[in-house]
């Protein structure tokens, strides 16, 4: 990027009041790096994977409307389920968001939005949110939180603890890899 060895780094969201859910800042930079690193956040402009990862965590395709909260969504449910984020070592895409001449807006729907935003609430364990067994009785396994790492690991992972809707930090760190039980058979798919 701009001929500095540089590359987009994810590693800021930000959680401002009187919302549910967080939206990943703009991405930084790391500068002359020559192996991936970790970072804390995952986005739907820039995920590559093994496709065991789309069949075990896919998308929940029950968040009808989920704008915000999407992308943290589904991050915390691949984290949680032991799949990692890293930076590359260079620019491998680009995403241009200038409007189209004849782009269709979206229609907003806000019963639909409602439910969506109170099932991801229920998913995501927020405090006030429904956590009764008839919530989750249509919450599919595959669309939960994993059971490899934890909600408040990722809190101290990413710097926002989604449970109590707060923002623990908002700076790049070095991250380190949170460990978790695994066998080969799990990566080998």
Known sequence: VGGNHEVPHLCTAHLPGNVDFPFNDRASAARFIEQPILCGLWAAGLSFSKCHAELRVPYDINLIQIWTGEEFGRGARLWTNGYDFYTPTQPLIAHDYTPGKNQKKWNHNSDEYAASR???????????????????????????????????QYAHFCGIDIVHKKELFSWCTDYKWIPYDWNETEIEV
């Open 118 to 152: 109170a099932r991801l609430q229920t998913i995501l364990k927020q405090d006030g949110s429904d956590q009764s067994e008839a919530a989750y009785a249509s919450i599919d396994k595959k669309y939960d939180i994993g059971e490899k790492r934890s909600l408040e």
